[in-house]
């Protein structure tokens, strides 16, 4: 009897393992993938024996059993083998079988326990075959080491509660132990410590910034309509002032005009191939089975829709870059959780050899400014507008619309020639104020700075003056939208909880307006050292 050969896909590996791998099935995962399974750093020897860490980063998997293990040529006895998993439960190998399997969902743990066994410092080899579904068996060959480090400083932590009065009150005495400094105003906060799980770990405290308020601003968009006053938390003086000269002027000419024209957030795995021809081939089966892809992806999250997979090919890489839309919530999360899952899949189902895959290959530029964002999108894009009449700008600005414009150009040539990433004079500022002040990752400040800003000269010798932020991360649920004052400040703007992402990105994209026509105008009438002077002297 002959079997046939399967053309492409999952059967075609399988049929591999059957024929050449005398009936041992798994699954072809790439050795340098399989190998993150193991959790490097995770060998020690306890008072319970040589221990060891096993971690699924791969996809929802269950815990089989253990075939085999063998440490430094050494065979252990599976009577002696414990599985331990993340919520403290204690299995024999006997216990752990094919139809009676642990859970071990993506990011779970099993920690493997050899009793009545002592290794010393040094490097260790460790082979283990174990089984898991769907993977089938597999098998890791791992080098770890025990470092002798002796007593390392930590930071105390409680790991029943690490929110407690108590875990906190630790920190406190160990900062004064190690720095000799007691704690008076950080301690001083009025909600409940609780709230900071997940937001922050080994909490001590809050680091209490000022918090002005500028405006009101008028906004005519197609989500934010009326006027609204803006949070902006900042040590910087001049500033909440500058921007409320600058809202004002807005409010002069009728309030600025919003709109959001693209929605998406990324994340961009790479996968490694022997050469580019292999790469480019890989990439058009991606694109042929884009269908399944967005399935695999869209069933981690009821929120994350994937819309795009862009390609950037390059060497022997295929960098691609899942563009997803992800509600009200920031997203960079959401959107590596559905990418990894349609990446493992792909894994599973390529006919080909990935040499090698990381989940993002930095083209996603998380949290740095770049020109792919700048043209592709990441997070919202959003443009805000207004037409400065000639009476506001000269007699509420101190400018000239000409000047106001002559400078525009001369700036966006400045920036030009020392390759900046916006041409604005600050969208940072306003943007990091107000990240801060309503919870958001201030983190993508960095992407969301890089603003695009235009002025056109009228007729009338009105300046027409438009702000465009090709990446704006912003949220008005999850992350640190829940946090105290941070949801007030939220909720000044009827922006808080799920709804109002595009009203607080059309809000946004308006105070940098507002910080860009100020500060545009104190440069052209020469009062931007002499505002300082006056406002921002605290010496």
């Known amino acids: 009897m002959v079997i046939p050969t399967p053309d492409s896909g999952i059967l075609k590996r399988v049929y591999a393992n059957l024929v050449g791998g005398g009936g041992f099935v798994s699954l072809d995962i790439p050795d340098k993938v399989l190998k993150r399974l ?54 024999e190998l006997d216990d752990v079988t094919d139809n009676d399997p642990i859970p071990l969902p993506v990011g779970r743990t099993v920690t493997v326990v050899i009793e009545d066994m002592d290794i010393p410092s040094g490097e260790h080899d460790i082979l283990i075959d174990f089984t898991a579904k ?6 890791l060959e791992i080098g770890d080491t025990i470092r002798d480090e002796g007593e390392l400083p930590s930071i105390p932590r409680d790991e029943e509660d690490n929110y407690s009065d108590e875990a906190i009150r630790m920190r406190h005495e160990f900062i004064e132990e190690e720095t000799g400094v007691e704690l008076e105003h950080v301690p001083e906060f009025s909600f409940d410590a609780s709230m900071g799980e997940g937001n922050v770990e080994n909490f001590i405290g809050v680091a209490q910034m000022p918090l002005g308020l500028a405006g009101p601003v008028k906004v005519n968009g197609e989500h934010a309509d009326g006027y609204y006053p803006i949070p902006l938390a900042t ?20 309030g600025a005009t919003a709109t959001v024209t693209d929605d998406k957030m990324n994340r961009a795995p790479v996968f490694v191939f022997e050469d580019a021809r292999n790469a480019r081939d890989f990439r058009d089966w991606v694109f042929e089975h884009y269908d399944t892809i967005k399935e695999k ?76 964002n700048t043209m592709m999108t990441r997070g919202k894009r959003v443009t805000a ?20 414009d002559h400078h525009g150009k001369i700036a966006t040539l400045g920036a030009l020639m020392v390759d900046g990433q916006t041409n604005g004079a600050h969208p940072a500022n306003g943007l990091a104020s107000l990240f801060i002040a309503c919870g958001q990752d201030e983190a993508n400040v960095a992407e969301s700075h890089a603003a695009l800003i235009n002025t056109t000269l009228l007729q009338d010798n009105s300046l027409h003056i438009s702000v465009t932020i090709p990446s704006l991360i912003v949220a008005t649920y999850g992350g640190g939208t829940g946090m105290a004052t941070q949801q007030e400040c939220l909720a000044m703007l009827d922006c808080d909880g799920p709804g109002n992402v595009n009203k607080f990105a059309e809000i946004a994209a308006t105070t940098v307006l507002a910080g860009e026509i100020s500060l545009g105008a104190a440069i052209s009438a020469s009062d931007w050292v002499t505002s300082h002077e006056s406002l921002g002297r605290n010496r």
């Open 38 to 91: 193991y959790t490097y750093g995770s060998l020690k020897d306890t008072d319970r024996g040589v221990e060891f860490e096993v971690k699924n980063r791969l996809q929802d998997a269950k815990f089989a059993g253990i075939n085999r293990l063998v440490i430094n040529g050494q065979e252990i006895a599976p009577e002696r083998v414990r599985l331990v998993t993340a919520d403290g439960e204690t299995f």
């Open 235 to 254: 040590t910087e003086g001049t500033l909440v002032a500058s921007y409320s000269r600058g809202m004002k002027a807005i409010n002069m000419c009728g």
């Open 385 to 404: 507008e207004v037409t400065l009449d000639e009476e506001t700008c000269v007699h509420h600005l101190g400018a000239e619309p000409e000047s106001l």
């Open 297 to 372: 992806a869209e069933e981690t999250s009821s929120v994350a829709e994937l819309i795009e997979i862009e390609d950037y090919m390059t060497n022997n890489f295929a960098h691609l870059r899942f563009g997803y839309q992800t509600g009200d919530a920031a997203g960079q999360n959401m959107v590596g959780k559905a990418t990894f899952a349609a990446c493992n899949w792909i894994l599973q189902e390529y006919p080909g050899y990935v040499e090698n895959f990381y989940l993002d290959g930095n083209t996603s530029t998380d949290k740095k400014a770049s020109a792919v």
């Open 134 to 139: 769907p993977f089938g068996d597999l098998s």
